[in-house]
């Protein structure tokens, strides 16, 4: 499966965004979908995930209560609602796309090495 996330840009603390992941290449609906980021100098982290009906979800705590993940399968998108943005959420997020039913334990959601396809990445930037 191929992923092309858009979304990101630069914003002020307290504001918002939305960012957005597209699907394609094979049924979308196989894949548990998940956020990660990287800021420059750090290791890539775990931001948010969703099981492949949207009928979980799971977030880092560093984002939980103002992040909200959610999925089109019909769509075939996956996307991350940010609001009340800080300067540490400063980062280039990736979504990844791992197989459903391989793991399902929150552990396994939030470990990069779960996830077999990753997307291009996109740029947010938070300004104090």
């Known amino acids: 499966v191929q992923l092309q996330a858009s979304g990101g840009g630069l914003v002020q603390a307290g504001g918002s965004l939305r960012l957005s992941c597209a699907a394609s290449?094979?049924?979308?609906?196989?894949?548990?979908m998940g956020w990660f980021r990287q800021a420059p100098g750090k290791e890539r982290e775990f931001v948010a995930a969703?099981?492949?009906?949207?009928?979980?979800?799971y977030y880092a705590d560093s984002v939980k209560g103002r992040s909200t993940i959610s999925r089109d399968n019909a769509k075939n998108t996956v996307t991350l609602q940010m609001s009340s943005l800080k300067p540490e959420d400063t980062a280039v997020y990736y979504c990844?796309?791992?197989?459903?039913?391989?793991?399902?334990?929150?552990?396994?959601?939030?470990?990069?090495?779960?996830?077999?396809?990753w997307g291009q990445g996109t740029l947010v930037t938070v300004s104090s």
């Open positions: 990844a796309a791992k197989q459903r039913f391989y793991c399902s334990a929150y552990d396994c959601y939030q470990s990069s090495t779960s996830y077999n396809y």
């Open positions: 969703i099981s492949w009906s949207g009928g979980s979800t």
């Open positions: 290449g094979r049924t979308f609906s196989r894949y548990d």
